[in-house]
């Protein structure tokens, strides 16, 4: 690769992974999204947003003119944010603002936390530059990303003739909003050999998700967001699956942003502060959650009976909101799922004909190999297998348990009208979003399906909020040891 293209390159990946959040978050203020007081929450919220955002309008483009120059989609994507940028950048100050508010003091035992923190991320970064990438999942999407961003036509996913894709087959059906980045990063370089470029969109949301804890919570909550970040970045799965280019921490993301914003929601309407176009946000947030990963679908449900519970509207006015929050992410999906039904006549399908023939017997086979074979290890190291499997998911599955017994403790206190004022709320969203995620785990389980078990890494979309109610509990713990409390 010569200067001048080494040069665009650079240009290119910073204009994805800073300048086209920026640009979001401008494009927000300036309509009206973000009030100067909230500044600091949506700059946190927002940090990622870019690089989803972006696949999702060149999937668009690559579905509705395909085959065309890369110069066609770099320009379209390129004109577009500076479009956007040219009706907000009088927002600037407001991200300014933002971006001041995530620097104050911090005590002693805060400070010993954030540079562990600081620490786990160098120690991956270098992970990435060392050890090649080796994980299978993400170096099929690199693979697909790559046979995609040459043809320049999304309509080779799912790749099921192998006359079109060099072979390739790839029968799984997940949408394409992280498969897109590395589409979108492939376009712009005139050279298809990227990888420590494309290793780096983990590693971006890894941090994206870790900066969206510490802006959500309030200044006085600091030392509880950076042990809940710590629990996180602690986890021996999470911690691999972002040096190893995993898809886990976009979904991650974009799943755990978009509840973020919903509790913010539920606060603004009892504080009588609520604005019609935040369910058209959350709705867009919910979107790209549902556009990142075939989970992301998971999160609607889960954010309906949230809402619905905890929310103090009337009935109708629940019903409503519902129903427009809900319609922006259908549409995203809707013609993945169109497509996902005309190819293998089902919305969703992580198979291949071959796993169906009965003389392999594929499923009996791999869940003896994963471990669940048997009934008993079904539930152990299934259902439970973030308590039982300590050296993939850590500790914090068993730290969780102290904080849901201070929820119990402190039961009286949800009822209270300023509980729902403060960052205890999310903590109570994020236990409810576990068990909502855990019950629907039971009822499959129960329906002899090993969907929600089979593979760890479904599991691990629970790691931010487990993480979240773990370190609550660690942080009560810590105030009551300064203030010379019992512990319960």
Not at 15 to 42: A, E, P
Not at 414 to 424: A, E, L, T
Request: contains cysteine; hydrophobic residues 50%; positive net charge.
């Amino acid at each position: 690769m010569d200067f001048c293209s080494n040069c665009f390159l650079n240009a290119h990946l910073i204009f994805t992974y800073l300048i086209s959040s920026i640009v979001i978050f401008l494009v927000l203020g300036q309509f009206s999204f973000i009030k100067t007081n909230h500044s600091r929450l949506f700059w946190g919220l927002s940090f990622g947003l870019g690089p989803i955002f972006i696949s999702w309008i060149l999937a668009c483009l690559l579905a509705l003119f395909p085959k065309q120059s890369n110069l066609f989609y770099l320009s379209i994507i390129y004109t577009l944010f500076l479009f956007m940028l040219s009706i907000s950048y009088k927002a600037f100050p407001l991200w300014i603002s933002g971006f001041k508010a995530q620097f104050f003091h911090l005590r002693r035992i805060e400070k010993f936390v954030l540079m562990i923190i600081v620490f786990l991320l160098i120690l991956n970064f270098l992970l990435i530059v060392v050890i090649p990438n080796f994980f299978s999942d993400s170096l099929d999407y690199m693979h697909m990303a790559k046979i995609i961003a040459k043809n320049r036509d999304l309509s080779l996913y799912p790749m099921v003739s192998s006359h079109t894709t060099r072979s390739l087959i790839a029968s799984w059906t997940h949408p394409v909003g992280y498969m897109g980045v590395y589409v979108w990063t492939y376009l712009g370089s005139p050279v298809l050999n990227l990888n420590l470029s494309l290793q780096i969109t983990s590693y971006f949301y890894a941090v994206s998700l870790l900066l969206a804890f510490i802006s959500f919570f309030d200044k006085k909550d600091i030392l509880l967001s950076l042990l809940s970040c710590l629990l996180l970045m602690s986890t021996p799965l999470y911690f691999y699956q972002v040096y190893q280019a995993s898809i886990d921490p976009i979904r991650c993301y974009t799943f755990c942003i978009a509840l973020m914003f919903l509790t913010k929601i539920i606060q603004f309407e009892r504080e009588s502060d609520n604005s019609f176009k935040n369910y058209l946000l959350l709705g867009f947030l919910l979107g790209m959650a549902c556009f990142s990963h075939s989970i992301g679908f998971l999160s609607l449900p889960i954010a309906c009976a949230i809402y619905f519970l905890l929310s103090s509207q009337a009935f109708l006015i629940k019903i409503r909101n519902i129903t427009l929050f809900c319609m922006i992410p259908i549409l995203i999906i809707a013609p993945r799922f169109w497509v996902n039904y005309k190819t293998f006549h089902s919305l969703i399908t992580d198979t291949s004909p071959v796993w169906g023939l009965k003389t392999i017997e594929y499923n009996p086979t791999l869940n003896i190999i994963r471990g669940l074979g048997t009934s008993f290890e079904r539930i152990f190291y299934g259902l439970f297998k973030g308590f039982t499997k300590i050296k993939i998911f850590g500790v914090a599955y068993w730290i969780m348990i102290g904080g849901l017994v201070f929820f119990k403790f402190n039961f009286q206190a949800w009822k209270k009208k300023d509980f729902y004022q403060s960052s205890n709320l999310f903590i109570f969203i994020s236990a409810l979003v576990v068990l909502c995620f855990y019950s629907m785990a039971l009822v499959s389980f129960l329906l002899n399906m090993n969907l929600f078990i089979k593979n760890d890494r479904y599991i691990l979309t629970m790691q931010p909020f487990v993480a979240l109610v773990a370190g609550y509990m660690m942080y009560n713990f810590y105030q009551r040891y300064c203030e010379g409390r019992q512990f319960i």
